[in-house]
C-alpha cells in the first residue's frame, strides 16, 4: 500500500480516500459478441466502483479478460482484469500485462486459477509457471523497478493497482492469515475475500488480520454473493470448495417459501454488508452476483452504498 503510488484508478483513489469501497464483477460470454458485455454492463453502471473480468473462471473458456475489459471502459466503466497462472507462463504474463496497461487497464487481480480438470477442456495442459504470490511480485517489478523477471529494464512501466483474492474458510485455518500476509510482502494493494457466509469465522479471520497490522498495509474487500434459492445455497455448501455455509442460513433459506427465496438471499446479502461495514479491517465489499447482474445494484442500494463517490 505504497503511499507515493498512484495508479489512475478510480477504485484506488476511492480505498484511499477513505471511502468504503464496492467492487462488483462481470463474467465474460462464451463467443465473441461484445455485446453481451455491454448488456451487463447497463445493469452495473454506477452501481460499484470497478468490476472484476473474470478470466476464464472456472477453466471454461470465454472471451478474453483483457478484450472484455477493454469493452467494459468503452461503455464508461472501470475494469478489474483477472489474471490467472493456470493458462500463460512468465513470457506470455508479463506480454499480457503490459498489453493490459497500454489500453488503459488500471486494476488487476493476479490468482492461480482453477485446474483445468474442472473446466470443458479437462485434457488440456495447465502450466502454473508462476503462482499467485509469484504473480503478485511480477507486477509489483514490472510497476515500480520497471524492470522485467528476467532483469531487462521496460521502457514504459505499467501502471496498475494490484490485486489478490484470500480465502479465510480454507483449511487449514490457521494457514490463512500467514498466506495473507505472503500476499502483503510480495506487494498486493488490496484483496477481494472469497464469498462470506460464516460471519463469526470471518470475524476471527480480520481479528488475526488486524492484530498483525496487515489491515494497515493492504485494503480488504469482503466478498459477498446473494442466494438465489436454498438449491444454490445448498450447491454452495456441499459442492464448491472452500466454501462455508452455515446450517442456519441454510435452514433459513429453506424455511422461506420458494417464491420467496430470491428475496431473502439478498437480504442475507444486506445484512452481510452492514455488518462488513462496521467490522475493523474491512475497507469494503465485493459483490459477487453470479450471473444475477440486475441484483447488483439493489444490494448496494439497500446497504446504502449508492451513489457511488465521485472523486
Same mark, same amino acid.
Given at each position: 500500500?505504497?503511499?507515493?503510488?498512484? &495508479?489512475?484508478?478510480?477504485?484506488? %483513489?476511492?480505498?484511499?480516500?477513505?471511502?468504503?469501497?464496492?467492487?462488483?464483477?462481470?463474467?465474460?460470454?462464451?463467443?465473441?459478441?461484445?455485446?453481451?458485455?455491454?448488456?451487463?454492463?447497463?445493469?452495473?453502471?454506477?452501481?460499484?466502483?470497478?468490476?472484476?473480468?473474470?478470466?476464464?473462471?472456472?477453466?471454461?473458456?470465454?472471451?478474453? &479478460? +483483457?478484450?472484455?475489459?477493454?469493452?467494459?471502459?468503452?461503455?464508461?466503466?472501470?475494469?478489474?482484469?483477472?489474471?490467472?497462472?493456470?493458462?500463460?507462463?512468465?513470457?506470455? +504474463?508479463?506480454?499480457?500485462?503490459?498489453?493490459?496497461?497500454?489500453?488503459?487497464?488500471?486494476?488487476?487481480?493476479?490468482?492461480?486459477?482453477?485446474?483445468?480438470? @474442472?473446466?470443458?477442456?479437462?485434457?488440456?495442459?495447465?502450466?502454473?509457471?508462476?503462482?499467485?504470490?509469484?504473480?503478485?511480485?511480477?507486477?509489483?517489478?514490472?510497476?515500480?523497478?520497471?524492470?522485467?523477471?528476467?532483469?531487462?529494464?521496460?521502457?514504459?512501466?505499467?501502471?496498475?493497482?494490484?490485486?489478490?483474492?484470500?480465502?479465510?474458510?480454507?483449511?487449514?485455518?490457521?494457514?490463512?492469515?500467514?498466506?495473507?500476509?505472503?500476499?502483503?510482502?510480495?506487494?498486493?494493494?488490496?484483496?477481494?475475500?472469497?464469498?462470506?457466509?460464516? /460471519?463469526?469465522?470471518?470475524?476471527?479471520?480480520?481479528?488475526?488480520?488486524?492484530?498483525?497490522?496487515?489491515?494497515?498495509?493492504?485494503?480488504? /474487500?469482503?466478498?459477498?454473493?446473494?442466494?438465489? &434459492? @436454498?438449491?444454490?445455497?445448498?450447491?454452495?455448501?456441499?459442492?464448491?470448495?472452500?466454501?462455508?455455509?452455515?446450517?442456519? /442460513?441454510?435452514?433459513?433459506?429453506?424455511?422461506?417459501?420458494?417464491? %420467496?427465496?430470491?428475496?431473502?438471499?439478498?437480504?442475507?446479502?444486506?445484512?452481510?454488508?452492514?455488518?462488513?461495514?462496521?467490522?475493523?479491517?474491512?475497507?469494503?465489499?465485493?459483490?459477487?452476483?453470479?450471473?444475477?447482474?440486475?441484483?447488483?445494484?439493489?444490494?448496494?442500494?439497500?446497504?446504502? @452504498? /449508492?451513489?457511488?463517490?465521485?472523486?
Amino acid at each position: 500500500m505504497s503511499e507515493e503510488y498512484k &495508479s489512475g484508478s478510480k477504485l484506488e %483513489k476511492v480505498l484511499r480516500a477513505g471511502q468504503f469501497a464496492v467492487t462488483g464483477e462481470c463474467g465474460p460470454p462464451r463467443g465473441a459478441d461484445p455485446e453481451v458485455i455491454k448488456k451487463k454492463c447497463a445493469l452495473l453502471k454506477d452501481k460499484a466502483d470497478a468490476f472484476n473480468i473474470t478470466d476464464n473462471q472456472t477453466s471454461v473458456v470465454r472471451m478474453s &479478460s +483483457i478484450a472484455s475489459s477493454v469493452i467494459m471502459m468503452q461503455e464508461g466503466m472501470e475494469p478489474v482484469m483477472q489474471m490467472v497462472c493456470r493458462d500463460r507462463n512468465r513470457i506470455a +504474463i508479463q506480454s499480457d500485462i503490459l498489453g493490459g496497461a497500454a489500453l488503459g487497464v488500471k486494476n488487476m487481480l493476479c490468482l492461480s486459477g482453477d485446474h483445468q480438470k @474442472f473446466g470443458d477442456h479437462p485434457q488440456s495442459k495447465n502450466v502454473f509457471d508462476l503462482d499467485s504470490i509469484q504473480l503478485i511480485h511480477t507486477v509489483k517489478k514490472m510497476r515500480d523497478e520497471h524492470k522485467f523477471l528476467g532483469g531487462d529494464e521496460i521502457k514504459g512501466a505499467p501502471k496498475l493497482f494490484i490485486g489478490a483474492a484470500e480465502n479465510p474458510f480454507a483449511d487449514p485455518f490457521e494457514i490463512r492469515v500467514p498466506r495473507l500476509a505472503k500476499k502483503v510482502a510480495a506487494g498486493v494493494d488490496f484483496i477481494q475475500t472469497q464469498c462470506i457466509f460464516n /460471519l463469526p469465522k470471518f470475524e476471527e479471520w480480520m481479528k488475526q488480520v488486524v492484530d498483525r497490522g496487515l489491515h494497515e498495509k493492504v485494503y480488504i /474487500l469482503g466478498g459477498v454473493t446473494p442466494f438465489k &434459492s @436454498f438449491g444454490m445455497a445448498k450447491y454452495m455448501a456441499n459442492n464448491v470448495p472452500g466454501m462455508d455455509v452455515p446450517e442456519e /442460513l441454510l435452514k433459513r433459506m429453506k424455511d422461506t417459501p420458494k417464491e %420467496k427465496q430470491a428475496e431473502e438471499g439478498i437480504n442475507i446479502a444486506v445484512e452481510t454488508c452492514f455488518k462488513l461495514k462496521e467490522m475493523k479491517g474491512v475497507a469494503g465489499v465485493h459483490l459477487m452476483a453470479i450471473e444475477w447482474e440486475e441484483k447488483v445494484g439493489e444490494i448496494a442500494q439497500k446497504a446504502g @452504498f /449508492l451513489p457511488r463517490p465521485q472523486l
